[in-house]
C-alpha cells in the first residue's frame, strides 16, 4: 500500500505520545497532523481531507466517545480509538458508536500501523475489481471474498463490526442465526447487547425502512436472518 498519500489524524492529550506517533507513523511513509482535543480536532477536520484518525478516548472536554459518536453523524472517515486496558465498556461503545476499531494502551507502535492498514486496505477496497462470491438482496451486493458492499456501482462503506456482522449471516443467507454464534464470531462485533445495536446500524445502511426490516430480520427466540432475492 502506498501510505504517502494517506493523511493520520492522531488526536491526543498527551504530548509525549502525540510526537512519539507523528514521529514513529512520519517514518512509516504516512502524511501526519497531531492535536490535542476535540476542539481542534474539528478545526483541522473542517479545512483538511483526512484518512483515518487515530482517536484517544479519556481526554479533557469533549471526549473520544463523544466525538466519535458526533462525527459518524456527519462523516465516515475511519475511526481507531486508543484505550485504557481496563477500559472494556468504553471500546464496546466506541464500537456501537461507529468507530473502525480499537488499540489498548500501552502498544506497540508496529501494531498500530499494521491496523491502520488493515482499515485503509478495507475502505479502499471500493477501487478493486469485484470477486465471485456473491450474496444479492434488494439492490445490494455483498462479495464474501472481499467483505464489500456495493449498491449499484457505489461503495457501501461498513465498519469493521458490521462487515464482520454481515458476513455471518451472508454465510448461510435464509438460514436464522443465534446471537452467540454471532458473538463467537469476533469480539469486534461485541456481546448479545451490543449484537442489536450492530444490527440497528447496519438496517439504516441497506433498509428502505429500518423499523420494518425487509432484508435483515429478527428471528425471536434465536437472532437474526439476512434474507436474499
Aim: aromatic share 6%; proline share 4%; glycine share 6%.
Amino acid at each position: 500500500m502506498d501510505t504517502q498519500t494517506n493523511h493520520i489524524l492522531v488526536v491526543d492529550d498527551d504530548e509525549r505520545l502525540r510526537d512519539l506517533l507523528r514521529r514513529f507513523l512520519s517514518e512509516q511513509g504516512f502524511r501526519v497532523t497531531t492535536v490535542a482535543d476535540a476542539a481542534e480536532a474539528r478545526r483541522q477536520l473542517a479545512v483538511l481531507d483526512f484518512d483515518l484518525i487515530v482517536l484517544d478516548i479519556m481526554m479533557p472536554g469533549e471526549d473520544g466517545l463523544e466525538l466519535t459518536q458526533s462525527l459518524r453523524e456527519e462523516s465516515q472517515v475511519p475511526i481507531l480509538l486508543l484505550t485504557a486496558m481496563e477500559e472494556t465498556e468504553s471500546r464496546i461503545t466506541g464500537l456501537e458508536s461507529g468507530a473502525d476499531d480499537y488499540l489498548p494502551k500501552p502498544f506497540e507502535p508496529r501494531e498500530l500501523v499494521l491496523r491502520i492498514q488493515a482499515i485503509l486496505r478495507r475502505v479502499n477496497r471500493q477501487n478493486e475489481a469485484p470477486g465471485g462470491n456473491k450474496v444479492y438482496f434488494g439492490g445490494f451486493v455483498f462479495d464474501r471474498d472481499r467483505d464489500e458492499l456495493r449498491k449499484g456501482d457505489a461503495y457501501v462503506r461498513l465498519t469493521a463490526a458490521e462487515t464482520l456482522l454481515l458476513k455471518a449471516l451472508a454465510r448461510s443467507p435464509g438460514t436464522p442465526v443465534d446471537r452467540d454464534d454471532l458473538t463467537a464470531e469476533s469480539e469486534l462485533i461485541g456481546n448479545q447487547r451490543t449484537i442489536d445495536v450492530q444490527v440497528t446500524r447496519l438496517r439504516r445502511k441497506i433498509e428502505s425502512d429500518p423499523k420494518y426490516p425487509r432484508y435483515l430480520q429478527t428471528v425471536r427466540g434465536t437472532g437474526y436472518v439476512l434474507i436474499t432475492d
